[in-house]
Antibody, heavy 115, light 107 residues
Framework: EVQLVESGGGLVQPGGSLRLSCAASGFTFSSYWMHWVRQVPGKGLVWVSRINSAGSSTSSVDSVKGRFTISRDNAKNTLYLQMSSLRVEDTGVYYC????????WGQGTLVTVSS | DIQMTQSPSSLSASVGDRVTITCRASQGIRNDLGWYQQKPGKAPKRLIYAASSLQSGVPSRFSGSGSGTEFTLTITSLQPEDFATYYCLQHNSNPPTFGQGTKLEIK
């Protein structure tokens, strides 16, 4: 069974940093592109960032470029999102999702940026 | 970026009704579209992939159609567990983009 489990969310002040993790199991992690998607509570879904299966190519939405870094450790079956210079508008639930067709999602981890 | 215009934004229906939700893409995306169901406090769950293929385990009352720029999700004979928010997602070109969502409520 495919499982994606996010962790690392919490309350952080504006300008702070946080690293999210997504632990994968039940499939060959190193064969899949992976994504991060954000959802402000009560609002819609917004794609944030993606990484190819080898970890050699990444892409991110303009609003996080230069602040967020997506990476992966295929030996540990784990996806990461390093978030820095956090802003109030980065608040939301962050989901990891599998593959170019977003076929499986984790349960999400809540990031709250507030003073 | 490709814009996905989803309609309606909300829909009120009764158990047993048939409902249709539409997504229009600002440019052609072939059939690179999925439909997702999200319940409060839960992750999105994929229902349909490649515009019209039913995800394994999803009831057959859900169906998708369309190609190019216009897509529909149809739910026949609504069940109580179907009341949720639905999203479309295009993954044809970067960045992937979602529709704004359709909240399906009980009448």
């Amino acid at each position: 069974e495919v499982q994606l489990v996010e962790s690392g969310g919490g309350l952080v002040q504006p300008g702070g940093s946080l690293r999210l993790s997504c632990a994968a199991s039940g499939f060959t992690f190193s064969s899949y592109w992976m994504h991060w998607v954000r959802q402000v509570p009560g609002k819609g879904l917004v794609w944030v960032s993606r990484i190819n299966s080898a970890g050699s190519s990444t892409s991110s939405v303009d609003s996080v470029k230069g602040r967020f870094t997506i990476s992966r450790d295929n030996a540990k079956n784990t996806l990461y999102l390093q978030m820095s210079s956090l802003r109030v508008e980065d608040t939301g639930v962050y989901y990891c999702a599998r593959g170019d067709r977003f076929d499986s999602w984790g349960q999400g981890t809540l990031v709250t940026v507030s003073s | 970026d490709i814009q996905m215009t989803q309609s309606p934004s909300s829909l009120s229906a009764s158990v047993g009704d048939r409902v249709t939700i539409t997504c229009r893409a600002s440019q052609g995306i072939r059939n690179d579209l999925g439909w997702y169901q999200q319940k409060p406090g839960k992750a999105p769950k994929r229902l349909i992939y490649a515009a019209s293929s039913l995800q394994s385990g999803v009831p057959s009352r859900f169906s998708g159609s369309g190609s190019g720029t216009e897509f529909t999700l149809t739910i026949t004979s609504l069940q109580p567990e179907d009341f949720a928010t639905y999203y479309c997602l295009q993954h044809n070109s970067n960045p992937p983009t979602f529709g704004q969502g359709t909240k399906l409520e009980i009448k």
